[in-house]
């Protein structure tokens, strides 16, 4: 019944910022899934009487990638698999289903934000017991072993049936399918205090939730129109499609333009927010008041005690280093610790399972805690809702608040896309050759201060990640990252992240794009970007 295929290795099967991302064709390649997956089976050292939860984000290719990880998991000696019903689970969820289950891994396939389709993305990656993705040591030892691989095992048996919640066996094999949403939802329970924010909904309180045909629209809809009684129609692309209905399901003001429209609108309601492709990003928006992630991560750091699941209060916070130092600030305040960590959640994992961080987020809108190890989209609009329910503010009240308390850091993101690998090779090389002789120099308008090259070095288990990024800092409290994206699927992407510091008693209402032109200006100036890769313009500004 198990079968041993005979395979070679395939060329670049690296996985990135968050495994292994790829054209979806690529993926539907001979041997080219099953190569990855019997690679990360064998970097484990076998998978024989694991327990296993596998999962995705609905989008094209994933039901039929589920088909084939079951078998092999059979093939492999696994002991049992639970799957989302249909081969549904959103990013945290699993991450949840993981820990809950006390299983020893997970399979994830999702390529996040990402676009879905026949000629869009597709990707997987294995998250660990803790519920986490697996770390750089683990991912390398996969990577290894795509190099070598000969053979993979897959099982000779007739597809599952995804779409009837139970158990069956294949061989000696269990497999589990589960509702998606229902452990998610009890676990959101015991964080947040729901009467409080079903009396807000009661009193009149409105909300658009933009699901962007993703994984997120049976999610919310169970949990804030059924369990907290938000009226129908909050939430809006609820229903998930392979294509995410040809959209771009990124949570931010570009890709989620109809809901930013409603928010800047005269009919808005009072609170906006979206999530992703695999349900871990989230947008957060007010009436007329849209939240930078950078800025949304600070103020829930700064009011997490008003939730019950935090009320004792927070043991750190945990940023990755392109975010914005506004998290800092309130770590300050508080007392408590606050960590930069390289980009990527995986790099959180360890601070939240030492209990050295709570609360973590990233830039690219990204937000969670600790209780799963991934970040996590509803949970951070459940926060967002938990405290407008306590400190009945609006959005723009509780921004200024925020502000005028902690200061600010004006920020902004320009993506340069698709940029040949060479010439996003040459922006970065050439500043790498300046940062010993930068300090003093005048870049357009600024001067630099400082500037280096990003190292980590894990404060729990001692290890380094060299090249993250390099920053330059300016005269006068700016800040300029720049990194090439370990997540895009063609050519390269240049990130360039811009920051401004306003301190408390400054301006804080100033135009966010005035503030923040010299430091854009000096980083042009300093790297020639527009000139090597001849883009004036970046593609994606959020
Ligand atoms: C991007 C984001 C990063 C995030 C990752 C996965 O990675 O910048 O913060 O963790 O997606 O959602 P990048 O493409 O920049 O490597
Ligand atoms: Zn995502």
């Known amino acids: 019944m198990f079968k041993e295929v005979k395979t070679a290795p395939i060329e670049g099967q690296k996985p990135g910022t968050s495994g292994l991302r790829k054209k979806t064709k690529v993926f539907m390649g001979e041997h080219y899934l099953a190569n990855f997956v019997q690679s990360i089976f064998d970097s484990l050292d076998g998978i024989t009487g694991f327990d296993l939860v596998v999962g995705g984000d609905g989008r094209f290719f994933n039901a039929d990638a589920i088909q084939i990880i079951l078998k092999m998991a059979a093939a492999n000696g696994a002991a049992k698999v639970i799957v989302g019903k249909d081969g549904i689970l959103s990013t945290p969820a699993a991450s ?84 998606p949403v229902t452990d998610y939802s009890a676990l959101m329970e015991t964080l947040f205090d729901f009467d409080a924010i079903r009396a807000l909904f009661k009193s009149g309180f409105t909300m658009t939730f933009d699901a962007m045909h993703a994984v997120t629209g049976p999610y919310a809809t169970a949990i804030l129109e059924g369990t907290l009684g938000a009226p129908k129609g909050t939430v809006m692309n609820a229903i998930p499609l392979e294509d995410f209905g040809g959209g771009h399901p990124d949570p931010n003001p570009i890709w989620a333009k109809t809901l930013m429209d409603k928010m800047m609108g005269d009919a808005a309601p009072d609170f906006g927010a979206a999530s992703d492709g695999d349900g871990d990003r989230n947008m957060i928006v007010g009436k007329g008041a849209y939240v930078t992630p950078s800025d949304s991560l600070a103020v829930l750091a700064a009011n997490a005690h008003l939730a019950p699941g935090y009320a004792r209060g927070l043991a750190g916070v945990a940023r990755s280093m392109p975010t914005s130092g506004a ?124 500037a280096d090259q990003f190292s980590y070095l894990d404060p729990v288990d001692g290890s380094h990640s060299h090249n993250q990024g390099l920053r330059v800092w300016f005269d006068g409290g700016a800040r300029a990252v720049l990194r090439l994206s370990g997540t895009g699927t063609e050519g390269a992407t240049i990130r360039v992240y811009l920051e401004q510091e306003q301190e408390v008693g400054g301006d804080f209402n100033a135009d966010k794009e005035a503030v923040l032109a010299p430091v854009v200006d000096a980083v042009m100036a300093l790297t020639k970007l527009p000139t090597i890769t001849g883009r004036d313009a970046p593609n994606v500004i959020t």
């Open 96 to 179: 949840h289903l993981i820990r809950k289950r006390k299983a020893n891994g997970g399979i994830i396939l999702s390529a996040s934000h990402n676009p879905g389709g026949p000629d869009e993305d597709f990707g997987i990656k294995y998250n660990g017991e803790n519920g986490g993705p697996a770390p750089e040591h683990m991912t390398a030892a996969m990577f290894d072993r795509t190099t070598t691989i000969d053979r993979y095992l897959i099982a000779d048996a007739p597809d599952f049936d995804l779409g009837t919640i139970g158990t069956t066996t294949v061989g000696d094999m269990t497999v589990e399918i589960v509702d």
């Open 327 to 450: 998290s800092d600030r309130v770590a300050a305040k508080l007392g408590i610790a606050s960590f930069e960590t390289p980009t990527g959640w995986k790099f959180f994992g360890n601070l939240l399972d030492a209990g050295k961080a709570t609360i973590c987020g990233e830039e690219s809108a990204g937000t969670g805690s600790d209780h799963v190890r991934e970040k996590d989209g509803l949970w951070a609009v459940l926060l967002w809702l938990n405290v407008l329910a306590v400190r009945k503010q609006s959005v723009a009240e509780i921004m200024a608040d925020h502000w005028s308390e902690y200061g600010r850091n004006y920020y902004t993101r320009y993506d340069y896309e698709a940029v040949p690998t060479d010439a996003a090779n040459t922006v970065m090389s050439g500043l790498i050759d300046q940062l010993d002789t930068v300090v003093g120099q005048v870049a357009g308008p600024l001067t630099v201060a400082k």
